[in-house]
């Protein structure tokens, strides 16, 4: 077997964080398709919608926000117009709270099956403990996602950029509320991409050899792991270097 690809089938997942208009889901559609893998991203909320019984409308209106608006509208209105919403069908009703366990659990499973590429949906986070899945960020700066949306989804400058902050908004919202963390947090990752730097392309191969270093680094224990690990002592003390005691005596 190829020794590029025998490693790399150790992997079980990718986990691509995105800021909007980087490209970022495009880059997980190449990546999948490169290593032969099951991109899982919309798929997420369809099978989220399925396992709960309720519509995909009322899982998507859940995806990657702090509450769900329809849920925001309806419970407004329990509030207001209890006598009202009796007839509302219990879905309606879809909690924050059941479904981010039904999407971790539904992450956990994929993971579990092996070789996906997973879009958002925290994965990054509820896959944080498992040293055979592989967490990638990808970035660019705002001007250039303004260009890229503007680009991908025809629209005029003003209403990408206002997509974009909406979008980001949510999505570190949603990440920051339900699983205290923040995806501008490098150390959730193995890997951030600026893809003002790097066509689309390039980046998948960037991506492809991390994921083999990080399938070969397997078979070593985590604590030998790490910056330290094959380099030797500095033959000279560092020339910054001054003992705390005459720091303290300044």
């Known amino acids: 077997m190829n020794e590029t690809i025998d490693p790399i089938n150790r992997m079980r997942a990718i986990t691509i964080s995105r800021e909007y208009g980087s490209g970022g889901g495009e880059i997980a559609s190449r990546l999948a398709k490169r290593l032969g893998w099951r991109l899982i991203d919309h798929a997420i909320i369809e099978r989220t919608a399925l396992e709960m019984g309720t519509s995909t409308q009322e899982a998507e209106a859940h995806d990657e926000y702090t509450e769900g608006r329809v849920s925001r509208v309806?419970?407004?209105?329990?509030?207001?117009?209890?006598?009202?919403?009796?007839?509302?069908?219990?879905?309606?009703?879809?909690?924050d709270e059941d479904y981010r366990s039904t999407v971790n659990k539904i992450v956990r499973v994929a993971a579990a099956r092996g070789h996906v590429v997973i879009v958002g949906r925290a994965s990054q986070v509820i896959l944080a403990q498992l040293r055979d899945v592989l967490h990638v960020r990808i970035i660019a700066p705002f001007e250039k996602r303004v260009a890229y949306v503007m680009q991908r989804e025809g629209v005029d400058h003003h209403a990408a950029e206002s997509r974009i902050h909406t979008k980001d908004h949510d999505r570190a919202r949603h990440l920051q509320v339900e699983y205290h963390q923040k995806p501008e947090d490098a150390h959730l990752y193995d890997l951030v991409l600026n893809t003002s730097l790097l066509d689309l392309e390039s980046a998948v191969e960037v991506i492809c050899f991390t994921l083999q270093h990080k399938a070969k680094g397997l078979a070593t224990k985590t604590g030998e792991l790490g910056p330290a690990r094959g380099v030797s002592r500095y033959p000279d003390q560092p020339a910054d270097f001054r003992p705390l005691t005459h720091r303290f005596e300044e």
Do not use: D, G, I
């Open 74 to 95: 309806l419970n407004s209105m329990l509030y207001l117009y209890p006598a009202s919403m009796v007839s509302t069908p219990p879905e309606a009703f879809l909690s």
